[in-house]
């Protein structure tokens, strides 16, 4: 009987989601914006290194999204950006370069517009290099 081959690594049909994570962070064109933290959500949807089937049910060889989440909120209330757009480059490349994931996407929320219920950005980021 052959057993079947499953890719070790690389983007597949496994992926570990966050969705709508509370974020505090300075951002805005104007000063007055960026003069106090302002709330933010971000989604992120990150694919891992290793695929479900491979981890074991160990941890040590899993995405930790308790630590991602950690990452993510330092990451933006220590940053004062003009730009959701800057904000979320530099998360996406932040885990990239933290984590064993092969590919990051980054859904980042800003509360601002009085006739929305949210502005927001999206943005798709891959590895280029093998975690």
């Known amino acids: 009987m052959l057993e079947e081959k ?3 690594s690389g983007p597949g049909g496994d992926v570990v989601h966050v969705a709508e994570l509370e974020l505090r962070a300075r951002i805005g064109v104007s000063d007055h914006e960026r003069a106090e933290a ?16 491979d981890l074991q049910d160990e941890i040590e060889d899993a995405v930790d999204y308790a ?20 904000l979320a480059e530099a998360m996406a490349l932040h885990l990239l370069a933290t984590f ?3 590919r990051v ?6 509360f601002v517009l009085a006739d929305a ?3 927001a950005v999206m943005i798709l980021r891959e590895s280029t290099t093998n975690p």
Request: charged fraction near 30%; glycine fraction near 2%; proline fraction near 6%.
């Open 117 to 119: 219920r949210y502005a």
């Open 38 to 53: 302002q709330r933010l959500t971000v989604s992120l949807t990150l694919w891992p290194a290793t695929q479900f089937g």
């Open 105 to 110: 996407r980054v859904e980042l929320r800003k």
């Open 100 to 102: 064993p994931i092969t």
């Open 67 to 86: 630590k991602v989440v950690q990452e993510v909120q330092a990451l933006a209330i220590r940053r004062v950006d003009r730009l959701l757009e800057t």
């Open 6 to 8: 499953r890719p070790r």
